[in-house]
Structure formats: C-alpha cells, structure tokens
C-alpha cells in the first residue's frame, strides 16, 4: 500500500526532487524561524520547522547558496515537517533549476558548499 501511495505522488510531480539536508531560515509575516531543508523542486520543497504554520499560509524560505524564495504551505506531511509550493516566475525557476543540477552533478560553484550528501528520486526513464 506504502509503494502504492508513493508511486501515485510520483506521477503528480511535476519536477525531479533532490533530497538534501540544508539549514534554511523560514520567515512568516511575523516572525523567522530555523528550520532544515528535506528535499527540493523546482516547484517546491519539504521543509522540518517547529513554527506555528498551516496550509495556505504564505512564507518565504531563504536556503543559503540557493536563494530566497516565496511559497505557500500546501499540507502538514508528518510532525513538524511541511510541504511547500515555490511561488516562482519562469526565470526564477529556470535559475533554481540551474542550481539544483549544479548542485547535484557537482558542477561546483557557491551552491555546492554546504550540501554533502545529495540524492535526486522521481527519476523518469
């Protein structure tokens, strides 16, 4: 059933997903809190926060050596953990797609400093 329901999320997706494990700062209307980044697209990430959020809230995420970006709380997925949709214009999300594959086949430059261990899932063949 697990295999399943993670097949079914697979399809939805939209964009390949790179699984990281990054000190972000995530910033409400009001107040900043530290959090970790888990994985992310070009359309959005998982982010772990202890702050008082709930779907439909509006934040920005700023991910040292990526940038800062806006986005909206889509859903709670476990305790303390988030999934969050980048409210990106095309040229910001090219940029972040050039990142992310920097990052990813090591193609060096400022956003491969601090991001040891990075694994990219929802391969399409």
Known sequence: MA????????????????VVHKRIEVSTST???NGVLRDISVG???IKV???L???DIISIDINDLGEYEGQILRSIEDETFAVEFETNESEAVELAAKLVGI???AGGECASDTADVK???LTP
């Open 3 to 18: 295999e399943a329901n993670e097949n079914a999320g697979r399809e939805r997706r939209q964009h390949d997903r790179f």
């Open 31 to 33: 107040e900043t809190f």
């Open 44 to 46: 959005g990430a998982a």
């Open 50 to 52: 202890r702050a008082p």
């Open 54 to 56: 709930y779907q439909a």
């Open 104 to 106: 990813y086949y090591g």
């Open 120 to 122: 990219k899932s929802n």
